[in-house]
């Protein structure tokens, strides 16, 4: 009977339906996810640009919210973690992201990105310094198994950073010497041995090219471009670019030590006596002050500091 016409008809139409129902939906599933894929990428673009738009990533974490899932899902807590970076909002991005890169079920890439978010968080400043070594050494941890993974520069750098914040000399001359493996001539190996050959002497000009390199240059590195500057004599372009560098990261040792230089250099330019050498002193002694309540018990460097400090 149900090959008569008049039975197999309204069967046939209700299994072409059926199927007709599966193929828009399983279309419709894949332009889903095609979009969220884009949006993603989307993200990652506007987010490592030199100078992100805030009106474009207004947009983008608008978008993010629109998804049911955007306070679970692992690729969209990572967008919304490196729109919150870009926002210089480190701690928002913490809070996004942080507790999926500490899951064992975390991929390298997803701690890549925690190693770049606890050191964000590090540089803006963390006033218990046991705290401020226990994120270092967790992002350090982060960024050498993203490497093992990726082979990327880039994760090796983010190690290097966190072990040079460490002063740990070891993993430091370790991780310089592997960077140099990977790739010599990559920014993130020549930032490492720049680091390693500094000198006050160096041109200028080859650490400008060297930041040039980076789309955001890590605070090492601009700490190092404002001692040159120092060092040429452009004291006040040294100031501003002091300056603007302790907004970024207040909590890189290197860049505090650097400002203290540049202070000191400006209060010994003007007249014993002064308010505007006083006034200099005093931003020159906030540097010194942190660098002694947190640098490492044994850092050479401390008597130096505490000659400095005494100095009217």
């Excluded at 992201?97 to 400043?125: D, H, M, Y």
């Excluded at 072990?163 to 930032?191: F, H, I, N, Y």
Aim: net charge neutral; aromatic share 6%; hydrophobic share 50%.
């Amino acid at each position: 009977m149900l090959l008569r016409p008049i039975v197999f008809g309204p069967i046939l139409l209700v299994l072409l339906a059926f199927a007709a129902m599966v193929w828009r939906w399983q279309q419709d599933r894949s332009a889903a996810a095609a979009a969220r894929e884009q949006l993603v990428s989307q993200v990652l673009s506007a987010t490592t640009r030199a100078e992100p738009d805030p009106q474009e990533l207004s947009h983008l974490a608008t978008l993010l919210s629109k998804y049911p899932d955007h306070e679970s899902a692992p690729d969209l807590l990572a967008a919304g973690a490196r729109i919150e970076l870009a926002r210089n909002r480190p701690e928002r991005a913490r809070a996004l992201f942080g507790a999926r890169a500490a899951n064992p079920a975390s991929t390298p890439a997803e701690q890549g990105l925690g190693a770049e978010i606890l050191l964000r968080v590090q540089a803006a400043g963390v006033s218990d310094a046991s705290a401020a070594t226990g994120m270092l050494r967790q992002a350090q941890g982060y960024a050498e198994r993203a490497f093992e993974a990726s082979g990327d520069p880039d994760d090796l750098l983010r190690a290097w950073q966190a072990a040079s914040r460490l002063q740990d000399r070891a993993a430091v001359a370790r991780l310089t010497q592997r960077l140099e493996e990977v790739g010599a001539e990559s920014p993130a190996a020549r930032l490492a041995q720049l680091a390693a050959q500094f000198d006050p002497s160096l041109p200028l000009a080859r650490v400008d090219a060297l930041r040039s390199a980076f789309a955001s240059p890590p605070p090492e590195l601009a700490a190092m471009h404002v001692l040159l500057l120092l060092q040429s004599g452009d004291v006040r372009g040294a100031s501003l670019a002091a300056e603007a560098l302790l907004l970024r990261a207040p909590g890189v040792l290197a860049v505090r030590w650097a400002a203290a230089l540049v202070f000191h250099a400006c209060a010994l330019g003007q007249p014993e006596g002064s308010g505007e050498r006083a006034r200099w002193v005093d931003r020159r002694n906030s540097q010194l002050d942190w660098l002694l309540q947190y640098a490492p018990a044994d850092d050479s460097r401390r008597p130096q500091w505490d000659t400095m400090r005494s100095s009217r």
